[in-house]
């Protein structure tokens, strides 16, 4: 059918079939600022504006919106300068979004700005209410809302010429805390969520840096805001074919015959793969260096299948849509087996999950077994430890299997080049091991693969996986054509990867007086179907938990700490990296415990905690044991600001004032009763108990410390060029997910550099031509990669001044200060950085000044942090709302705050939702019941608590600007602090998550 569409105020007559959606109609226009991210508008990445309204573009068709005014991103604003042509710029709205730091991975950035537009149109002085309530449309996995709430609220100032609403990015703290909070209950004005600012603790050691420790914007906002072809999806090629995956409807089965005979027929379909078509080669699709540290039992496609959801067949053809009706044409047969769906059951079962020959073990897999990984570690003496306890305290604590949930799903384009080189093009967070891995799965050597990584649109771990580069590139090898795998959002829930749900048994030693004299935790960690991460996932969930709490005095000094764990197949799909990496699921067993202990014994719950807290000075008790499959390496912990977080985070949130006061537990009906009376028309201020009190607010802690890399294995590297402008170019091999890393590394290579951040222009990543790196995880980026900036820069530094002394005809070079763009004398006398590029490069004794440098760091040194959480409970429906969050984090010297303050906020987001909603469930025959964005509950905008973020600076000596990480930490303290609350609320403790109304209603009842 053809259809005219008028978009941006300009027809478009389009020939399409009538089934297209707008959204593949605008996008096949290359209108990519909408974009897809899942099929019922839930997630809202495809919101363009109709008429002037919001809209899902995906959910309705494109001759729908025929006579209509279609309104994309791209017509709202543009960069000012394009050649010697300029523009009216960025609209208010995009530059507020840009200078507030509300832009991570940026996916969901154009969606979110249009729904702002329409409200502003509308509504030019709106609350923060009405700001939450209209973005509310738009998921957001990366921000937690508070910037993008601060950058509409901002930009609605401007639009409507008010005074700027400067808000402040910074709250800079030279002293000690000070309670400036409100401690009483009165309504909080319009702008207190978004006057939330991170506060900085200097460390005594911080310095004054040019751009160091600066709120600067991210290198990669302006492009984001405007909606440019960044990500993965955005890219075309003539001759695009579609992949689609035939998935297994059994959790178990063997495959007796597969026809492919009719689905080849169709017209349009290019190839069928099934696996009699593909070598047979084993691997692991765990993203990690080589070797990978857990068992080799994955086949691109196999005989048999292990969960529902596994792979039966591949496709590619002219469409999805063509793709999707072959799907539905290939007959097969399978012979059902019986399946283990619980965790409990695997080790002791009579059926094999893995039986193939062709499995490779790692250190004590046991596929016999069922068992994919097996910890067994000892720290001291604990059964002595338990024998010299006053009391012993035992519990079994449960957390569940959960979902990354990114916005942009996973999604890979292959082609061949002109060099007959395998091109992949993917979204993904380990582009160097992709291609590692990937060589003899295709049957190519590593140097004919090239992988390219785009913009990022979220990852959290989901993508750091090898999950569907190797079913687009079998498909181009098989057509000799382009091929694009886009996952569904439904795949992304049956075939994607998880966190690794676990049960947990924890016993603990006490003496009287508070002491920890032993400490033993059991993990029985569910990995599904493939072991990819089962070692090191369930490792950390020891290794960074137990770690934290090693006992007081002659305890101290030699801590008694048990980690025993079992990691089990089950036939469900895969779990593998989530964000914080088996560490959350530690915390919440870890801390729930140390609460309980401590209101058993009647201990103040904080003195307990960091009585027996690891200090500074002190060796990381599991660097003496364990690591990772490794040989252990011993290490000293430096830097410890847990209690300066402590003091920080407890005056902020109110504990003194709020811990154990009836009266304050008891507030949350008070106010709900006053606003129920002026709602009956009776006078403000008069209270009547119009029913019986049925909610209690509640305050929780936990502690909690993480890693920064994993040493002696991870390693970055980078390269650094000058132009003929004085300007540079860094590549680097990191990863850049939209957690600012390509913003923080320009940050640091400028400071060496003497030159503001625009002038260092970075890249990432590219197999081809940037430096190798391990990839983002393990929260290493700043801290590895940086470090390997930093050594480039130094290098480039170096020659810059040995060039500028000759141009100023000096002796010697190393007193030359770099600074605002200039090679500075000590006598005043200056050049500057383009005059000794065109020198260098044009001029005399011509050369490329460049440098190369790479970093692996022997220490981990870890973050620690506070979290607090301050809840409501309805003790007649068991409903939990969480009212506030603040979480005080050491994390060295922060880089750039703006940034990482967005990563905490987003942290704690995710880390609210593995409280409270979200939840990954199974069937009786394995079939996934949350399929989708209605059933999987994330947190909107409209939903969110208070959230607030503290830095207490510490200066870690092991890195060159004294950093530590800050991307994970956020997701280990939430749910317990959360946990900690309720049973400071209602006296009853949930030890399951997310702790749901039905927990809480059932636990009150059993009270």
């Known amino acids: ?359 490779v073990n790692f250190a004590d897999s046991n596929p016999d077994k069922n068992l994919a990984a097996h910890i067994r570690i000892d720290i001291g003496d604990v059964e002595k430890g338990f024998r010299e306890a006053d009391v012993i305290f035992e519990a079994f604590y449960e957390v569940p299997k959960v979902q990354q949930a990114h916005i942009e799903p996973h999604v890979v384009v292959t082609y061949w080049d002109e060099d007959d080189r395998l091109v992949i093009r993917t979204s993904t967070q380990v582009p160097f091991h992709v291609r590692r891995m990937m060589a003899p799965v295709l049957g190519l050597p590593v140097k004919r693969i090239r992988v390219i990584k785009p913009r990022i649109g979220g990852g959290f771990g989901g993508k750091q996986e090898v999950l569907m580069e190797d079913v687009a590139a079998h498909l181009t090898i098989a057509t000799k054509q382009p091929v694009m795998y886009e996952y569904t959002r439904e795949e992304e829930f049956i ?144 830097t410890v600001g847990l209690e300066q977080c402590v003091a920080q985070a407890r005056a902020a949130i109110g504990w003194d004032d709020k811990y154990g006061n009836e009266e304050w537990r008891n507030s949350a009906s008070k106010v709900e009763s006053d606003a129920l009376s002026v709602s009956k028309g009776q006078k403000s201020g008069m209270t009547f108990d119009l029913r019986p009190s049925t909610k209690r607010k509640g305050i929780g802690v936990a502690m909690v410390m993480q890693g920064t890399a994993i040493p002696y294995l991870d390693m970055g590297g980078a390269s650094i060029k000058m132009n003929d402008d004085g300007s540079f170019n860094l590549l680097v091999g990191a990863t850049d997910l939209g957690t600012g890393s390509d913003t923080v590394l320009a940050q640091m290579a400028a400071e060496i550099l003497g030159v503001p951040v625009d002038d260092v222009i970075t890249y990432s990543s590219d197999t081809d031509f940037t430096p190798f790196d391990k990839g983002a995880y393990a929260s290493s980026t700043t801290y590895i990669s940086g470090t390997a900036a930093v050594n480039a820069a130094k290098i480039v530094a170096e020659r810059i001044r040995v060039r500028a002394a000759m141009m100023l005809k000096l002796d010697k070079h190393d007193d030359i200060k770099l600074e605002n763009k200039q090679a500075i004398a000590p006598d005043g006398r200056s050049v500057s950085m383009a005059e000794i590029a065109l020198d260098s490069l044009h001029k005399n004794n011509q050369e490329q000044i460049m440098g190369v440098a790479s ?51 987003g942290g704690m987001t995710q880390a609210l939702g593995y409280a409270v909603t979200e939840e990954m469930r199974y069937d009786e025959k394995g079939n996934a019941i949350e399929r989708d964005f209605d059933r999987y509950h994330l947190f909107r905008a409209d939903e969110m608590p208070e959230l607030e973020t503290i830095f207490v600076e510490t200066f870690e000596p092991s890195h060159p600007f004294g950093v530590k990480a800050v991307a994970e930490i956020p997701m280990d303290g939430v749910a317990p602090a959360v946990g900690n609350a309720i049973l400071d609320a209602i006296g009853v403790n949930v030890d399951e998550i997310p702790v749901t109304p039905e927990k809480v209603w059932k636990a009150l009842k059993n009270k």
């Open 1 to 359: 059918m053809n259809i005219t569409l008028h978009i941006n105020g300009i027809d478009y007559n389009i020939d399409l079939a009538p089934s297209t959606t707008l959204l593949a109609a605008l996008r096949g226009l290359g209108f990519h600022g909408v974009k897809f991210g899942d099929e019922g508008g839930l997630s809202g990445s495809d919101t363009i504006l109709l008429n002037g309204k919001p809209v899902n573009a995906g959910s309705i068709l494109a001759a729908q919106a025929e006579g209509h005014k279609v309104a994309t991103i791209e017509a709202l604003g543009e960069h000012p300068e394009q050649g010697w042509k300029l523009t009216d710029g960025l609209h208010p709205l995009q530059k507020a979004f840009v200078e507030s730091g509300a832009i991570q991975c940026g996916y969901c950035t154009p969606a979110q700005i249009l729904a702002a537009k329409s409200l502003l149109e509308k509504n030019p002085n709106p609350t923060e209410a009405e700001v939450r309530e209209a973005i509310s449309g738009v998921l957001c996995r990366c921000t937690g809302y508070l910037k993008p709430v601060q950058a509409v609220l901002k930009a609605a100032a401007e639009l409507r010429g008010d005074a700027p609403l400067e808000l402040g990015s910074i709250l800079w703290d030279f002293g000690a805390p000070k309670d400036d909070s409100p401690q009483d209950d009165a309504p909080a004005s319009n702008l207190t969520g978004v006057q939330v600012r991170p506060k900085v603790v200097l460390s005594p050691e911080s310095k004054v840096y040019q751009t160091v420790g600066k709120p600067e914007i991210k290198v990669d906002a302006v492009k984001l805001v405007q909606g440019k072809p960044a990500f993965t999806a955005d890219f075309e090629k003539r001759g695009m074919l579609h992949a689609k995956v035939l998935h297994s409807p059994h959790a178990h089965a063997l495959i007796k015959n597969i026809d492919t005979s009719k689905a080849k027929a169709l017209d349009g379909v290019a190839a069928v793969l099934t696996w009699q078509d593909l070598p047979r080669v084993v691997y692991s699709t765990a993203g990690q260096s080589d070797p990978i540290p857990g068992p080799l039992d994955a086949f691109s496609l196999d005989k048999k299948v292990r969960f529902v959801g596994d792979r039966v067949a591949f496709v590619a053809a002219e469409t999805e849509e063509i793709a999707e009706q072959a799907l539905a044409l290939i007959d097969v047969e399978y012979e059902i087996l019986p399946a283990v769906l619980k965790s409990t059951e695997s080790m002791t079962s009579t059926i094999k999950i893995h039986d193939e020959p062709e499995y």
């Open 495 to 638: 075939a994607a990867r998880s966190r690794h749900p676990m049960r947990v048994q924890m016993k603990t030693g006490v003496k009287k007086d508070g002491t920890i004299t032993a400490n033993s935790m059991y993990a029985l960690s569910d990995t599904g179907a493939y072991g990819c991460h089962a070692l090191t996932v369930t490792g950390n969930t020891g290794h960074k938990a137990m770690a934290l709490y090693v006992g007081d005095g002659e305890y101290r000094k030699a801590p008694n700490i048990r980690f025993y764990a079992d990691v089990v197949y089950t036939n469900t799909p895969p779990a593998g990296a989530f964000r914080g990496y088996g560490v959350p699921q530690g915390y919440w067993p870890l801390d729930r415990h140390m609460e309980k202990i401590a209101r058993a014994m009647g201990l103040d719950p904080i003195d307990f905690r960091l009585k027996n807290a690891i200090h500074p000075g002190e060796y990381h008790p599991f660097s003496t044991a364990w690591n990772e499959g490794r040989d252990p390496r011993p290490e000293i912990i430096h």
């Open 855 to 905: 970093y692996v760091s022997p220490v981990s040194p870890p973050p620690f942090a506070a979290q607090f959480a301050e809840v409501t409970v309805d003790t007649e429906t068991g409903a939990v709302t969480v009212d506030r969050l603040v979480m005080a984090v050491d994390s060295g010297i922060i880089i750039n705050p703006q940034t990482a303050s967005g990563q905490i906020e």
